[in-house]
């Protein structure tokens, strides 16, 4: 008997709040279905915050403990992605915080780009490690910021929650974050 791949969920934050509420009356399946919606959402902002796909691994796995303990908490009329990248981005800061502590080896990139053809894949590979490059010298809130906008596609209203500053400290970070990267990388 062969296995049959994984049934794609449906469009995830269609109709999050009554798996929320199922998960909330002790249902593991319906808050299996919500990890699976997001899972790969969280571990790409991992990697992208802690620049490491093991600690990103790890990250999720808290990510999801953390929201699991926490639901009865949640406002389920309020959007669940937002909620979880906030409890990731805080817990993904306490990892930088306890890393910057401890000095650490780094390995390098390790995130492959791929193109139509050689010269292109060469050229983006190295653009992309240039600006990543860049990115990783930005002032960690600064960074944090760019990436939760970037990468993510939060809104400044978003950011704000996540971090728990201002609006207006969001938009001043981020435009502090693009400016110096639209200097660096014209050099």
Avoid at 28 to 40: D, I, K, P, S, W
Avoid at 63 to 91: K, M, Q, S, Y
Avoid at 163 to 168: D, E, F, N, S
Wanted: charged share 40%.
């Amino acid at each position: 008997m062969t296995e049959s791949a994984p049934r794609q969920p449906e469009d995830p934050a269609a109709d999050d709040s009554e798996w929320i509420l199922r998960a909330r009356s002790g249902d593991r399946e319906a808050f299996g279905r919500l990890v699976r919606c997001y899972q790969r959402r969280i571990h790409g902002l991992g990697v992208r915050l802690l620049r490491d796909r093991d600690e990103a691994d790890d990250l999720v796995q808290e990510t999801f403990v953390r929201a699991w303990r926490a639901l009865g908490r949640f406002d389920p009329e309020r959007p669940f992605l937002p909620w979880l990248i906030r409890i990731a981005t805080n817990r993904a800061m306490s990892l930088l915080e306890i890393r910057r502590r401890r000095p650490t080896e780094e390995l390098g990139d390790s995130i492959p780009d791929s193109g139509p053809s050689p010269q292109e894949e060469a050229e983006r590979k190295r653009l992309h490690r240039e600006v990543r490059r860049e990115v990783d010298c930005l002032p960690e809130d600064q960074r944090v910021v760019l990436i939760l906008r970037a990468s993510e596609d939060l809104s400044y209203r978003e950011i704000a929650e996540v971090l728990g500053v201002p609006i207006g400290t969001v938009m001043s970070r981020l435009s502090r974050a693009r400016e110096t990267l639209r200097k660096r990388v014209r050099r």
